[in-house]
């Protein structure tokens, strides 16, 4: 049965998108979804499903977590294999990554933007805040802390669309611990 790890958008955020790991897991479960794992409490789930179209289990999902929590959730879903290519992606030089002081960011996107979106957002990189596309998803190596970068996250996310943003050490560690990956 293919397996998937789900990364959700803008969950636990303020008062009125709340959910925990346990309704999480049991609003999953209540789709259908089999072996559900939740990691952290950021929004990261993890299942197996029958065989479907990604585009139609995202919509199903998407439909049935709104239904259950009353606001509406993006998606963004990766099968096992995506996941593991992912994980194992190497989008800047190791040495650059040891010798950031910041956390390498991985923003998932719906779909790869076209070649001068593309070349538009890449036009916001610096030497302090690098930037790669991925398959689906843009790399960002700040220099230090998130928050103390002038990288305009808001011109880029108006470029980009919808999307949500993990640490590549969380998608590293969810593949080990769910998909048998040995990267981090």
Request: charged share 30%; aromatic share 8%; no cysteine.
């Given at each position: 049965?293919?397996?998937?790890?789900?990364?959700?958008?803008?969950?636990?955020?303020?008062?009125?998108?709340?959910?925990?790991?346990?309704?999480?897991?049991?609003?999953?479960?209540g789709m259908g979804l089999e072996d559900v794992a939740?990691?952290?409490?950021?929004?990261?789930?993890?299942?197996?499903?029958?065989?479907?179209?990604?585009?139609?289990?995202?919509?199903?999902?998407?439909?049935?977590?709104?239904?259950?929590?009353?606001?509406?959730?993006?998606?963004?879903?990766?099968?096992?294999?995506?996941?593991?290519?992912?994980?194992?992606?190497?989008?800047?030089?190791?040495?650059?990554?040891?010798?950031?002081?910041?956390?390498?960011?991985?923003?998932?996107?719906?779909?790869?933007?076209?070649?001068?979106?593309?070349?538009?957002?890449?036009?916001h990189a610096t030497d302090e805040d690098r930037l790669?596309?991925?398959?689906?998803?843009?790399?960002?190596?700040?220099?230090?802390?998130?928050?103390?970068?002038?990288?305009?996250?808001?011109?880029?996310?108006?470029?980009?669309?919808?999307?949500?943003?993990?640490?590549?050490?969380?998608?590293?560690?969810?593949?080990?611990?769910?998909?048998?990956?040995?990267?981090?």
């Amino acid at each position: 049965m293919p397996k998937y790890a789900a990364f959700l958008r803008a969950v636990n955020l303020g008062s009125t998108r709340k959910t925990s790991s346990a309704e999480l897991k049991s609003a999953f479960e209540g789709m259908g979804l089999e072996d559900v794992a939740t990691f952290r409490t950021s929004g990261n789930v993890i299942f197996s499903a029958g065989r479907r179209s990604s585009a139609r289990l995202q919509a199903e999902l998407e439909k049935g977590l709104e239904q259950a929590f009353g606001f509406d959730v993006d998606i963004f879903l990766r099968s096992d294999k995506e996941l593991l290519a992912l994980a194992e992606h190497r989008p800047f030089d190791p040495a650059l990554v040891d010798a950031s002081d910041g956390k390498l960011q991985v923003t998932l996107l719906a779909e790869l933007p076209d070649k001068r979106t593309r070349e538009q957002v890449l036009a916001h990189a610096t030497d302090e805040d690098r930037l790669a596309f991925g398959e689906r998803e843009l790399f960002w190596l700040p220099s230090g802390r998130m928050l103390e970068s002038g990288l305009d996250l808001k011109a880029i996310g108006k470029l980009i669309g919808t999307n949500t943003m993990r640490t590549k050490g969380t998608i590293e560690l969810i593949a080990e611990k769910f998909f048998g990956s040995r990267t981090s």
